[in-house]
T-cell receptor, first 114, second 109 residues
């Protein structure tokens, strides 16, 4: 099992550009989520999905879109990048959203918006 | 939203036990106590979780107070590889993990 994979590892964007951060898992997990981590801070939830075709907003959803067409993939789209979106982005998955499950995290994507 | 309180930082000597405290006085009866850690430049990693009873696994032990208002993560023999930020999180009957700032653990040789 590769676990949770994220691409790219690093990305530099100019203000106003759009891009998609990719996340995939091969553990057949129903629950997937995206977090961002700003320097010296904990992680904040952007969006999450409890299964294919179902997504919902987290704590900081503005400026981001998600979709979940398959169980394996959960891409995060930046519609019009802003410097405030400079951060490290982590994708996570777990068997379900239940409170008794551990979450598995990807290695992160380091995004800089100029 | 039930919250946790952890010290900002702690220091330990290598090969000694480490006790990382966490207070969660507003915990509800169905909240699980989860611990994750984040090594430098890596994604968070699950450590352990529990509900009411103490728990042990290959990485650590979790001691939960009888009233569940506090818990302690125990690393039995700290190594340099254990230097990380440790997050104590209450997992509610929804879906999100609420990360705070955690405790930064420094391990010295």
């Amino acid at each position: 099992n590769a676990g949770v994979t994220q691409t790219p590892k690093f990305q530099v964007l100019k203000t106003g550009q759009s891009m998609t951060l990719q996340c995939a898992q091969d553990m057949n997990h129903e629950y997937m989520s995206w977090y961002r981590q700003d320097p010296g801070m904990g992680l904040r939830l952007i969006h999450y999905s409890v299964g294919a075709g179902i997504t919902d907003q987290g704590e900081v959803p503005n400026g981001y879109n998600v979709s979940r067409s398959t169980t394996e993939d959960f891409p995060l789209r930046l519609l019009s990048a802003a410097p405030s979106q400079t951060s490290v982005y982590f994708c996570a998955s777990s068997p379900s959203g239940g409170e008794n499950n551990e979450q598995f995290f990807g290695p992160g994507t380091r995004l800089t918006v100029l | 939203d039930a919250k946790t309180t952890q010290p900002n930082s702690m220091e330990s000597n290598e090969e000694e036990p480490v006790h990382l405290p966490c207070n969660h006085s507003t915990i509800s009866g169905t909240d699980y106590i989860h611990w994750y850690r984040q090594l430098p430049s890596q994604g968070p990693e699950y450590v352990i979780h529990g509900l009411t009873s103490n728990v042990n696994n290959r990485m650590a032990s979790l001691a939960i107070a009888e009233d569940r208002k506090s818990s302690t993560l125990i690393l039995h023999r700290a190594t340099l590889r254990d230097a990380a930020v440790y997050y104590c999180i209450l997992r509610e009957a929804g879906y999100a993990l609420n990360f705070g700032k955690g405790t930064s653990l420094l391990v010295t040789p």
